[in-house]
């Protein structure tokens, strides 16, 4: 039987705080296509990063997600309800849904039964769409990228769960029972200094994987490899990652 593999709870204020932001244009295709602009689902919404940029375009938006812990870090707005629920079973009415966003989290998820819970509570020609993001890049410095898809690929690289084989193949692996629907080719763009990015990196589940099975943190070993290169730590560099994208719309 499936059950809830929570890999984020214990980074929740620390994945609040760090996570990329998703680009405008991903929120303004997702408005575009769907039926209605009344409700949306940010199925997974974990600290609600992606719920309070589909508030700025649903009269309303239902954010669920297995962990509490990751809710509490979510902050409040009027037009957001944070619920409790796991993806399969969300508890949210029959074709009540305009449009399910899954941000980051398809590959955690039972999809056969969170497919069949996607059908069930959209309305009809409702939309889903499932994105996540790939590994980092910096692109305008080839030491500084060199140096962390060595410590992405060499150092963490057996404490991925298995599970992050489908991001890497930016979701394009997975059966998708949905009229599918074309989608842009979208990047997420940052300019961050080393701290912050460490910052994100600890907030990887291999990380904390490493972390769980060494006793050591793998961290010291990216910054020490990044250092030399990047300047001053406070100095930012371009980041840029690359958005894989599934949309599909409920015909029956």
């Known amino acids: 039987m499936w059950s809830f593999k929570d890999h984020f709870s214990g980074v929740s204020e620390a994945y609040s705080e760090f996570r990329p932001r998703y680009p405008e244009a991903l929120f303004n295709f997702l408005a575009d296509i769907a039926p209605e602009r009344r409700v949306a689902w940010d199925c997974a919404a974990g600290n609600g990063q992606a719920s309070l940029d589909l508030a700025l375009h649903f009269d309303q938006v239902i954010a669920t997600d297995a962990s509490e812990q990751q809710l509490a870090a979510a902050p409040d707005h009027p037009k957001v309800t944070y619920l409790v629920a796991p993806a399969e079973q969300s508890g949210l009415a029959d074709s009540s849904i305009d449009l399910i966003a899954v941000a980051q989290a398809l590959h955690w998820f039972d999809r056969d039964a969170f497919f069949r819970e996607a059908k069930r509570v959209l309305v009809e020609n409702g939309v889903l769409a499932c994105w996540c993001y790939s590994a980092v890049r910096i692109p305008d410095d080839r030491a500084l990228d060199a140096a962390q898809e060595r410590f992405y690929n060499e150092t963490i690289k057996g404490c991925w769960p298995p599970e992050r084989a489908l991001v890497d193949a930016e979701y394009t692996t997975i059966p998708f029972p949905f009229e599918e629907i074309p989608a ?4 997420i ?4 200094s080393l701290p912050r990015l460490l910052g994100y990196v600890g907030t990887w589940s291999a990380v904390s994987r490493y972390r ?23 100095s930012e560099h371009r980041l840029v990652w690359k958005i894989g994208i599934r949309v599909g719309r409920r015909t029956a």
């Not at 842009?184 to 990047?187: M, R, T, V």
């Not at 763009?189 to 961050?192: H, N």
């Not at 769980?212 to 406070?234: M, N, Q, R, V, Y």
Request: net charge negative.
């Open 184 to 187: 842009p080719q979208l990047f």
């Open 189 to 192: 763009e940052a300019r961050w």
């Open 212 to 234: 769980k099975l060494t006793g050591s943190d793998p961290l010291p070993i990216l910054a020490e490899s990044l250092a030399p290169h990047w300047g001053p730590p406070d």
